[in-house]
Every structure is written in structure tokens, then in C-alpha cells.
């Protein structure tokens, strides 16, 4: 070969490796990334098939780009979805699973925008954060507030990300008539729905007030697409819609009753739109405007924000990247969580695929609703009571006023997307039932779910460890399955044989086993539940309790529940204060104990207190 060929060749190779991979964003090519995110909606909007709420901003978005049909949040409240969704890693394997904790977040993990940031990303969050960990803002975001925006960068150059959180189809909207009279206020009157148009969901009351409030769900739906209309006009003013990628997406479901909280579909599902211009859609593995059906999670977020940004995904998140190049295959399930909502404990799991869905309720004597002070105070809430009092709820919504849940459901989404035909006892399913149950088991040690471990000792760990929960369960000799074969258990020997475990998560659920499951109580069972009543883990004193009260035996259990009102672990107290109002009318002889934590600093166990009083004195006192 010649000198000229070699040269030919050189230039050839050296041009090659300068491009690398086209599918790759270079520096001074990576995408911009706005996020448009919505509090408290299902998928009702007009691209997904819903004629009520006026959207033809979404709509184009979605016939422009991709409308994902699985979109699955993490959690059916906002708190721990968002803390899975700053992570890319399971609100329960880090210890953010209950409402309003302060999770402890691993020092040696970072939240996706520190990555964003450090690759040369302007990013920037208006308003809400709420990621239920704690956390130094300063060291996520450039800029985090109600005046955030990529406008405020330095140079025009620098490439941003950034998101934009409409707090108008909150709860609270739909609740409360002069805020969602705010939040309408300069709608046409148009486009906006009166009571009584929109269907009703098959299990609320068809009264005035519950239409009244769903027209206004609808009507708040409508103003969001304003809002999400007014930074699409930002964009294209500043000529950067060639360079943006957009995500539109909600927090989780609907923020009404059997929606908000519940694994159902109805609390899980949300929108989500994706529209990239012409430069980046090969990074998007849809053809834009076709829906897809893939299955996606909240988990998958922070990884597929990376990966659209040229950045390595860290290996501690738990989510795939669904855009960008050299992408894994298409998840088979996406799993999600219940935990303490508020000021009610109710560990519940769920896995779905395509086509069906299975809920795993561990504490399933508690009923479908429990009384929670901020769904109560709703009126949609309000009327699903008194129509169940009179008679008038639907079958639908009877079901959900049982007193106590099944310890499993299963769902087939395709023939029953409501959700309201449980399938786990039907012998055809036995094998999809053995399979999602299968998938459930595994996830759960896969993660080290926290969830397992009741709050009250999660945190006197941390503190005795000096760690977060996350390392704890992976660095020590802890028996995430021995806990978990007992928590899933319903065999009494099973129990009884591990009131005595050494580890004091499995006694706790051992002694909680005995209490759902045991009809009568041997002298071996109350030699055993004695024993841990003076247990060095309060809650294990709670838990063993509440099993002598459920039998019958409550002059041996009130004394250990009225002294841990008082204990110094607040989780612990509010423990104690549920346990009393779940006995009902035994608990009477410790009225003045509950009575004196009326003034507690932990307002949940103000809360439980409060009702338990209520229901005992027939009175109606009401506090925050």
C-alpha cells in the first residue's frame, strides 16, 4: 500500500472515531429535557380516549409524540413516588416508603440531577419536590422554586433540564370549591363541564355533591392543559423546540377516593407522553404518533433521563432506561407499594404485567377504607358513607366497605379493567396466581423491601447502626426471608415457633401472625406472647398485645398498650393508638390514656387517638 492509500485509510479511521456512535448525544449536541408533571390525574385525558376534560394541548403532544398506555407509578401517593423517582431506586429499599418520613438516602448514592449537573446540565425544578428523604436542595438543583426555569441560565448554549410541576389537580383542588375556583378561573366557560355530564366511576354514589366534584376533577384536568400549553409557547419563543425533548407524565392516579392510595390501576396508572423533535427521535424506541403498550415505572425515570443524556446509569438504580440507545429489554412486571398513608399503617404490594395484576395485602384484617382525617374530610368520601348507610352505594363500591380485605387479589386488566373481580381463588388462574405471587416473593428480597420492617424499629435501627436502612439491611445479618416467610405466613405453628426468634422483626410478626390468624390461643401461644411483653423492642410488646386482646385477653394486653401511648418513639405511640382503635369497644378501660395524648407532637397519633375516642364516647370532636 502506498503512502497516499495509508493516508486515506488514517483520515478514514481517524473520521470514524471522532463521530463514535451516532445514536449518542456528543457534548455539544445532548438534548434539552423539559419535564411537565401534573399532580393527582388518571390517564383521563382526551388522547387516551376520555371525552370530558378538554385537552387539546396533550392531545397534540401525544399525537405528535408517543402515548405510553403502562406508564405505572411507584406509589399511589405523591411523597414516596417522588422519592423513587429522584433515586431511580424503590421507595421501600431505601426506607422513604411512609408518608411524610425523611427516608435516609445513601451518602454514596446521588439523586439523578447531580449527574445531569455534572455533565454540564442546567437543572432546575419549579416547584414542588417532596421527595420523603432528607436532603440538601442546593445540592440537586441549580435552581428549585417558583421562578425556576432554563431561562435563567447564563449561556443560551448550555443544555438544561428541567421541570415544571402544576399543583392545580391536587386533592385538594377537587376538595376544596375556592381553590378550584382559583385554579379555573380564567377558563372559558365553554370548554369547562357542568355536574352530571361526565360518567361517574362505577363505585361512587351518584349524588349531587360526588357530580359536583367530578366535574370540578375534570374542569382542574382542563386548566392543566393550559398550563402545559403556556411553557410549550415559552419554548418555541426562544426556538428551542429542534433541541427539547418533552415528558409529560402525572405523579400518580386520580386524587379522589379508591383512587389516591390504592394499588389499583385507578392509583397507579398515569398519563405519559413523550415527544421528541426530528434530531433526537432515534432515541425514542417508538414510532412517534402511535401509542405503545410497553410497561413502564416511576423506578425507570431517573435511569432513562441519564440515558437520554449520554450519561452511564449508576448501579444502584433499580429502573431500566426505556429512551435513549442501547437499551435492555421491555420489563415483564412493574411492581408498586402501599405503606403508612398518613396516620394508617396498611403494607400492601402489588406486581402487574400486561394483562394482569396482583395485590398482596399483609395486613388484611384492616378494612379496604380505614378513617383517614384528610379523605374524610372530602365529600366525596363523605358520601360514599352515608350511601353505604342508606343503601344506595353501588355493588362496586360495596365491596370496597368491607371490613376486611382478602389476603391476595388478582386481577385480569383485559376483561375487567375496573378491577372489581378477584380472581385468586379461582382454580382457572391458579398458575397466573402462583406466578405473580412467585414474582412478588422474589422482588421483595431482591430489593431488601424495607417495608418489612414496621417503622418504629426501621428507625431505632438507624439510629443504633448510625445508618440508612438500605446499607443496614444489606451489612448486617438481618433474614429479610425468615421476616418475609413469617409477614407472608398463615400457619399458626409457624408463629408460634418464632414468638422466641432472635431477630425482634420476626417476633413481631410472628405475635401480628397470631393475631389475624388464631381463633383461640393454647397455653403454649399465651406462655410465648407473655414472655414478650416485656420484650426489649417495644413494638414487639405492641405487637404481642394486640394478639392477647384479639383474644380475648385484653386485661393482659391494655396495661402494655396505655404504657407504650407514652413511649418515646413516636411511631412506636402511634402503633400503640391503633391498636386500641382497632379493639374497639375492649379498649374502654384506658379512655383517660388516650385521652392525655391529645396534645401529642406527632399529629397522626393525635389523629388515631381522636377517633378511637370518638367511636367510644359517641361524640364527633374533629382535629387536624
Known amino acids: 500500500m502506498n503512502i497516499k492509500n495509508l493516508l486515506i485509510l488514517f483520515y478514514a479511521i481517524l473520521t470514524f472515531l471522532s463521530c463514535g456512535n451516532k445514536n449518542t448525544p456528543t457534548s455539544s449536541e445532548k438534548p434539552n429535557i423539559i419535564w411537565i408533571t401534573t399532580e393527582d390525574i388518571s390517564p383521563q385525558l382526551g388522547c387516551y380516549g376520555y371525552d370530558y376534560a378538554h385537552t387539546p394541548v396533550l392531545d397534540q403532544l401525544a399525537a405528535e409524540g408517543v402515548r405510553y398506555d403502562n406508564a405505572i407509578a411507584s406509589a399511589p401517593v405523591c411523597a414516596p413516588a417522588r422519592s423513587s423517582i429522584i433515586t431511580g431506586m424503590h421507595q421501600s429499599s431505601i426506607g422513604s416508603h411512609h408518608m411524610r418520613c425523611k427516608g435516609w438516602f445513601p451518602a454514596e448514592f446521588k439523586y439523578y440531577p447531580q449527574y445531569l449537573r455534572e455533565a454540564g446540565y442546567f437543572c432546575t425544578n419549579d416547584n414542588k419536590e417532596d421527595y420523603n428523604v432528607t436532603y440538601n436542595s442546593a445540592e440537586i438543583w441549580d435552581e428549585s422554586g417558583k421562578n425556576a426555569h432554563w431561562r435563567n441560565r447564563k449561556e443560551t448554549s448550555q443544555p438544561f433540564f428541567a421541570v415544571f410541576n402544576f399543583t392545580g389537580t391536587h386533592e385538594s383542588a377537587t376538595n376544596k370549591k375556592e381553590k378550584h375556583e382559583s385554579i379555573v378561573k380564567d377558563l372559558p366557560k365553554e370548554i369547562m363541564i357542568k355536574p352530571g355530564e361526565a360518567p361517574l366511576p362505577p363505585y361512587f354514589p351518584n349524588t349531587p355533591i360526588v357530580q359536583e366534584l367530578w366535574a370540578r376533577y375534570n374542569n382542574n384536568i382542563t386548566a392543566l392543559d393550559k398550563y402545559a400549553e403556556n411553557i410549550l409557547i415559552q419554548l418555541k419563543e426562544d426556538g428551542l423546540e429542534e433541541n427539547t425533548i418533552i415528558i409529560f407524565y402525572s405523579d400518580h392516579g386520580a386524587g379522589i377516593p379508591i383512587h389516591k392510595r390504592w394499588l389499583y390501576d385507578s392509583g397507579l396508572k398515569v398519563p405519559f407522553i413523550v415527544k421528541a423533535p426530528e434530531k433526537y427521535k432515534n432515541l425514542i424506541p417508538h414510532k412517534h404518533g402511535n401509542p405503545t403498550d410497553e410497561l413502564i415505572s416511576f423506578v425507570d425515570l431517573a435511569p432513562t433521563v441519564l440515558n437520554l443524556a449520554g450519561i452511564p ?162 451489612e448486617n445479618d438481618i433474614p429479610i426471608d425468615k421476616i418475609q416467610e413469617v409477614a407472608l405466613g398463615s400457619d399458626i405453628n409457624l408463629f408460634t415457633k418464632n414468638l422466641a426468634h432472635k431477630n425482634e422483626v420476626v417476633r413481631y410478626w410472628a405475635a401480628t401472625g397470631i393475631g389475624n390468624y388464631a381463633k383461640t390461643g393454647s397455653k403454649d401461644i399465651f406462655s410465648k406472647l407473655n414472655l414478650l411483653l416485656t420484650d426489649e423492642y417495644p413494638l414487639v410488646q405492641v405487637a404481642a398485645a394486640r394478639a392477647f386482646c384479639i383474644l380475648d385477653m385484653e386485661s393482659e394486653g391494655l396495661k402494655t398498650l396505655a404504657a407504650q401511648l407514652k413511649n418515646s418513639n413516636e411511631w412506636t405511640r402511634l402503633n400503640s393508638a391503633l391498636v386500641l382503635d382497632e379493639i374497639g369497644e375492649k379498649a374502654r378501660p384506658v379512655i383517660a390514656d388516650m385521652q392525655s395524648v391529645m396534645n401529642d407532637e406527632n399529629k397522626y397519633v393525635v389523629r388515631v387517638a381522636n377517633h378511637a375516642l370518638n367511636q367510644l364516647q359517641g361524640t364527633n370532636n374533629i382535629v387536624k
Open 313 to 474: 446509569i449508576p448501579k444502584n438504580m433499580q429502573g431500566r432506561a426505556f429512551l435513549g440507545t442501547n437499551l435492555s429489554e421491555e420489563r415483564e412486571f412493574v411492581y408498586s407499594s402501599r405503606d403508612r398513608m398518613d396516620e394508617r399503617y396498611d403494607m400492601q404490594r402489588s406486581v402487574r404485567d400486561k394483562k394482569y395484576k396482583y395485590i398482596r395485602y399483609y395486613e388484611f384484617p384492616k378494612p379496604f377504607i380505614q378513617y383517614m382525617n384528610t379523605p374524610e374530610q372530602g365529600e366525596i368520601m363523605q358520601s360514599i358513607r352515608s350511601s353505604y348507610t342508606n343503601g344506595t352505594l353501588p355493588e362496586a363500591g360495596v365491596k370496597l366497605m368491607a371490613l376486611k380485605k382478602p389476603v391476595e387479589e388478582l386481577f385480569d386488566l383485559e376483561k375487567d379493567p375496573q378491577e372489581l373481580n378477584n380472581l385468586s381463588e379461582n382454580a382457572e388462574y391458579k398458575a397466573i396466581l402462583d406466578k405473580m405471587r412467585r414474582a412478588h416473593m422474589d422482588w421483595s428480597v431482591k430489593i431488601a423491601d424495607a417495608g418489612l420492617i414496621p417503622e418504629p424499629i426501621l428507625r431505632e435501627w438507624e439510629t443504633k447502626y448510625n445508618k440508612p436502612i438500605y446499607n443496614i439491611l444489606r
